[in-house]
């Protein structure tokens, strides 16, 4: 940087580096000198790599390989193998069967390659080892695996993945009470619910699930909020509450506020289209009438010209061949 930048270039005759550049690199190197470019103390994010019996791997020219766990190079390779995995999947429990089973594969491989003499099965049914593995050891008091830990000898966490709830507790205690009164109202109240809907409402732990805003019924619900006087301004988490007033589980039904912020930005630029609209009406209806007037009259015109030119064209070529 400091032998190149002031080089200047041979075609633009600029110097490599500009006032903008230098900038730049400067609070670059402030930043290292800070240490945010180096591992935190304890955390190594670069690793030797390591072949089965423990020993660092080289290449062809005797270098010792890294493995880095900065930058994205791994994420982005899992990223590619979402695309291909749901290009032609639908539904959100398969979705989250899938998720699960690319997590748990992930893990496996990890193990595989940071710890010594992990067992190579053939497969990732890992399940079947535990079971087999507790058979043996009830059976003969050794292990089939002595460096396989079995996942069934931990305690379940209440950790989820994937599909997780998104929701406050006020949110959910809002629902309940709302579901309640349904109920309460009508002894047969039951929620339309589609397959996705009662595996994302299973998921989340609750009896209706949060949904983006659609449908028009949503929409007039949506209008209504926003122009009631207790609503001095827009802020999505009272009207996640207010919304709770209005769900009856069949064509409204719970939003998140993070859906409503979403769907908010639509409803802004449908309003500035509207009063556009308005401010142009005159303007549009004259637009309007003269193309009717006019318009018609002048393809009618181009049609009789083109219907006259078409004779024209035939009768010249009868009389060619005759």
């Known amino acids: 940087m400091v032998a190149f930048g002031k080089r200047v270039d041979s075609k633009t005759k600029q110097p490599l ?11 670059l190197l402030d930043e290292i000198l800070e240490g945010f470019y180096s591992d935190p103390p304890g955390f190594d994010f670069y690793t030797f790599e390591l072949d089965k019996n423990g020993q660092v791997k080289k290449d062809s020219y005797g270098i010792a390989l890294l493995l880095s766990c900065r930058g994205t190079s791994h994420v982005e390779s899992v990223h590619r193998q979402y695309n291909t995995m749901f290009r032609h999947m639908s539904g959100l429990e398969m979705g989250d069967a899938l998720f699960r089973e690319r997590r748990h594969r992930n893990n496996i491989d990890v193990a595989r390659r940071r710890y010594l003499n992990v067992p190579e099965f053939g497969h990732y049914d890992t399940w079947l080892i535990d079971l087999l593995q507790k058979l043996i050891e009830q059976n003969t008091g ?4 002595p460096n396989w830990q079995n996942v069934t000898d931990f305690q379940d966490t209440e950790e989820s993945f994937v599909t997780v709830p998104l929701h406050s507790q006020g949110l ?6 709302t579901v309640a009164a349904m109920k309460a109202a009508d002894v047969s109240w039951t929620p339309k619910l589609t397959a996705d809907m009662k595996f994302l409402g299973e998921a989340w732990g609750v009896k209706l699930p949060f949904l983006p805003v659609n449908g028009k019924d949503e929409f007039r619900v949506f209008s209504r909020i926003m122009f009631r006087a207790d609503l001095a301004r827009f802020d999505s988490e009272q009207m996640a509450h207010l919304w709770m007033e209005y769900v009856n589980g069949y064509t409204v039904y719970p939003k998140l506020p993070s859906q409503l912020r979403e769907y908010h930005k639509a409803w802004e630029r449908n309003k500035r289209i509207k009063r556009a609209e308005e401010r142009m009406k005159t303007d549009s209806e004259m637009l309007k009438s003269f193309l009717e007037s006019k318009v018609p009259i002048e393809i009618e015109e181009r049609r009789s010209l083109a219907v006259s030119e078409n004779e024209y064209q035939q009768n010249l070529y009868s009389q060619e061949i005759g």
């Open 142 to 145: 050794r292990l089939l695996f």
């Open 17 to 27: 580096f500009n006032k903008e550049a230098w900038k730049k690199a400067k609070n």
């Open 172 to 177: 959910q205690n809002k629902l309940d009470e």
